[in-house]
C-alpha cells in the first residue's frame, strides 16, 4: 500500500507550521531520528529517545499515521495537524530548521541535508545520501555560506 502516490505537499512544517517560502532549505520525512508516514500495520516503540508511534488515520480505515521522534515535539495539536493533512490529501512534512539540519553558527538550513529523505514540489521524495563534505549554509551573511543549486 502506498499512500505517499501523488500528494503534494501540505502548506506548512507540521511542527513550527511556517511554510517553506519563510524557513528555506528542503522538506524533510525522513531520517534517522525523525518520521512522518503512513503505514498499513500498527507500529510502536523503537529506540526510546527516538520513539515511534501509529495513530489511526480513520477510525476502522487500517492505515496508521506513524511518527517517530522526540515525544516533546510530537505534541497531540503536532500529530492532528499531520493527519488532517494526509486527510486532506497532502503529504505533511517537517522543515530542517526542526530536524536540525541546519548550520552550526547561524541556524539556518544547510544547503544538502544529508541522511534525509526529502519531499519536492511535485510530491516526489528521494534520499540525500551522506557524503563527507560540509555542505555550507544557505544564508548569505554566514561565514559558512556556500553558493548552492538544486537540480531536481
Known amino acids: 500500500m502506498n499512500h505517499h502516490l501523488n500528494r503534494l505537499p501540505a502548506k506548512s512544517c507540521v511542527f513550527c507550521q511556517n511554510p517553506l517560502e519563510a524557513i528555506g532549505g528542503m522538506r524533510i520525512v525522513a531520517q534517522h531520528s525523525w ?16 520513539p515511534e508511534r501509529s495513530i489511526p488515520l480513520e477510525d476502522g480505515s487500517g492505515c496508521y499515521l506513524l511518527v517517530k521522534g522526540d515525544p516533546a515535539k510530537w505534541t ?3 500529530i492532528e495537524r499531520a493527519r488532517q493533512d494526509y486527510l486532506a490529501g497532502f ?7 526542526c530536524t536540525g539540519r541546519v548550520c552550526p553558527k547561524c541556524g539556518e538550513p544547510i544547503n544538502y541535508p544529508m541522511g534525509s529523505d526529502v519531499l519536492y514540489d511535485s510530491g516526489c521524495s528521494s534520499h ?3 557524503f563527507p563534505f560540509d555542505p555550507g549554509c544557505s544564508n ?4 559558512k555560506y556556500r553558493e548552492w543549486e538544486w537540480k531536481t
Open 128 to 130: 540525500i545520501a551522506v
Open 76 to 78: 497531540d495539536d503536532a
Open 91 to 97: 503529504r505533511p512534512w517537517l522543515c530542517q530548521k
Open 35 to 50: 518520521a512522518i508516514g503512513l503505514s498499513d500495520r500498527y507500529r510502536g516503540g523503537g529506540n526510546p529517545q527516538y
Open 140 to 143: 548569505r551573511d554566514c561565514e
